[in-house]
Antibody, heavy 117, light 112 residues
């Protein structure tokens, strides 16, 4: 069955960096675009970024553009989110979710990122 | 960015009764390819979201047929024909026609 497992979250100081990973299994990872979506504590969902199935196209939310970089390694069935210059507004649970048709059909359980001094 | 506005933000409902959530977008969600990428998701407390409906009215696999989606252009609606206890949680509409993709604020459905 399709599984997505995020990792790499934790507590990080403002201004520092963190890299999240999302490992996919149960499907042909290289055939799907992959997304990051985040949810601040007690708040709604915010789409963060997407990378196309071949890695050639990437799009970002304005709130993370220039600070976050999405990438993938299909040899490892893994999606990444490199997060730099983290601020309070980046504190959230970060989910990875699958693209394709339909998109957002499977989600990981999320990994919590807390930006705090 | 496209703004997605959901109403109501909270919906107390009686078990077995219908419920309806409206979602309006600040611009048309019709893609140049003719499709309209409007999605509905449901999130229970402590859980990741789950896909309910995609492209306005297509129920995802395993979603009960008491859930239905409708609408066009900028106005969309999610209907639950008879609310069951498992339907509590927050419902989000989301547009995937224009980057950046954007969500509505969420509508909390609870049992009276």
């Amino acid at each position: 069955q399709v599984q997505l497992v995020e990792s790499g979250g934790g507590v990080v100081q403002p201004g520092r960096s963190l890299r999240l990973s999302c490992s996919g299994s149960g499907f042909t990872f290289s055939r799907y675009g992959m997304h990051w979506v985040r949810q601040a504590p007690g708040k709604g969902l915010e789409w963060v970024a997407v990378v196309s199935n071949d890695g050639s196209e990437k799009y970002y939310a304005g709130s993370v553009q220039g600070r976050f970089t999405v990438s993938r390694d299909d040899s490892k069935n893994t999606l990444y989110l490199q997060m730099n210059s983290l601020g309070d507004g980046d504190t959230a649970v970060y989910y990875c979710t699958r693209g394709g048709t339909p998109y957002f059909d499977f989600w990981g359980q999320g990994t919590l990122v807390t930006v705090s001094s | 960015d496209i703004v997605m506005t959901q109403t109501p933000l909270s919906s107390p409902v009686t078990l077995g009764q219908p419920a309806s959530i409206s979602c309006k977008s600040s611009q048309s969600l019709v893609h140049p390819n003719g499709n309209t990428y409007l999605t509905w998701l449901h999130q229970r407390p402590g859980q990741p979201p789950r896909l309910l409906i995609y492209r306005i009215s297509n129920r995802f696999s395993g979603v009960p047929d008491r859930f239905s989606g409708s609408g066009a252009g900028t106005d969309f609606t999610l209907r639950i024909s008879r609310v069951e206890a498992e339907d509590v949680g927050v419902y989000y509409c989301m547009q995937a026609t224009h980057f950046p993709w954007t969500f509505g604020q969420g509508t909390k459905v609870e049992i009276k």
